[in-house]
């Protein structure tokens, strides 16, 4: 490795402040998306229109010297204009495979929720497997591979819910939500005359993201805190109000989670606040409540029932 915990977590920060030339008052949620990126998972947003999930997701990309590409989800799209297909060549004689839009680094896939199922779910073996498969074929796609989705959820109407399989793919899901007043004020002075996406430059290379992946596998995350997740698993799955509850899958995301979160904090251990801070985007998407039962309000009443380790050391 030729960057430690110290530098990537500074890297981090340069990033996180690139972004924010863009992307104004929103500091927690665009360390929330670099976690996902580091843990190697992917993101759901999911808000109103105009809050700046696409600029979010193209500030991200751009901060990165990586392939991006977009995708708009569409009711006609379908899987083959993601994965590519094998078409026949006259001048050769031969079938040429030509890559979709899946061939990239970072994938802006744009309403995901207009699309048809069919077309959702072939998302699903690039999201979990890095490969996608056409013809009997299997082509690994690049490292790194980050998926960052878009809907709107207050739009019914010729959309698609994504299903419990495609959305446990997805490492958080976030909301933006509006800009307080001094944000909305700073918002028209930044883009009213001039568009400041057009000047940003990536300020970090895919060798060293690739690494600092890697380091996050380092992050310390003590016997304890690993025990202190399976019993908030275990609370989602006891609840009264509660369907479906959260998988050993979403366990395990969120220890990865956690470690990565840490690594930005510029810590190389997990402590319990970072898993309590991770704890509504990493599970709100995985439960099924009855009724009209809120997940993210089950889930902080769960935080609050859910004894804490207090005792250990939490570093090495």
């Given at each position: ?13 340069e990033i996180r402040t690139n ?173 009213v005359n001039d568009d400041p ?120």
């Amino acid at each position: 490795m030729h960057i430690n915990i110290a530098e990537a977590s500074l890297k981090a920060a340069e990033i996180r402040t690139n972004i924010e030339t863009i992307i104004v008052g929103k500091t927690a949620e665009i360390n929330l998306i670099l976690t996902a990126l580091l843990a190697s998972g992917h993101v759901l947003l999911e808000d109103m229109p105009g809050t700046g999930k696409t600029m979010l997701a193209k500030s991200l990309a751009r901060s990165f010297d990586v392939i991006f590409k977009r995708i708009q989800f569409t009711p006609d799209l379908l899987p083959s204009d993601m994965t590519g297909i094998n078409y026949y060549n006259p001048k050769t004689g031969e079938f040429t495979f030509r890559q979709g839009g899946l061939f990239t680094n970072i994938l802006l896939a744009d309403e995901i929720n207009r699309a048809t199922p069919r077309t959702q779910s072939g998302l699903l073996e690039s999201m979990e497997e890095h490969q996608i498969s056409v013809d009997g074929e299997t082509y690994k796609l690049d490292e790194p591979f980050f998926v960052i989705a878009t809907q709107n959820p207050i739009e019914t109407q010729g959309t698609f819910p994504l299903p419990e399989a495609q959305l446990d793919r997805f490492l958080m899901r976030l909301s933006l939500g509006y800009p307080d007043s001094a944000g909305a004020s700073e918002i028209i002075r930044r883009f009213v005359n001039d568009d400041p996406f057009r000047a940003l430059s990536s300020v970090c290379g895919k060798r060293d993201l690739i690494e600092t992946r890697q380091i996050v596998k380092s992050v310390h995350l003590h016997t304890d805190l690993s025990s202190y997740i399976v019993r908030l698993t275990e609370a989602t799955r006891d609840a009264d109000s509660v369907i479906l509850g959260v998988s050993p899958r979403g366990s395990l995301s969120l220890a990865r989670a956690a470690q990565a979160f840490a690594l930005i904090k510029g810590r190389d251990y997990v402590i319990p606040e970072d898993i309590k801070t991770l704890l509504i985007p990493v599970f709100s998407h995985r439960i099924i409540t009855r009724g009209m039962s809120d997940a993210s309000q089950l889930l902080e009443d769960i935080a609050g029932r859910v004894p804490v380790p207090t005792e250990a050391v939490w570093k090495k």
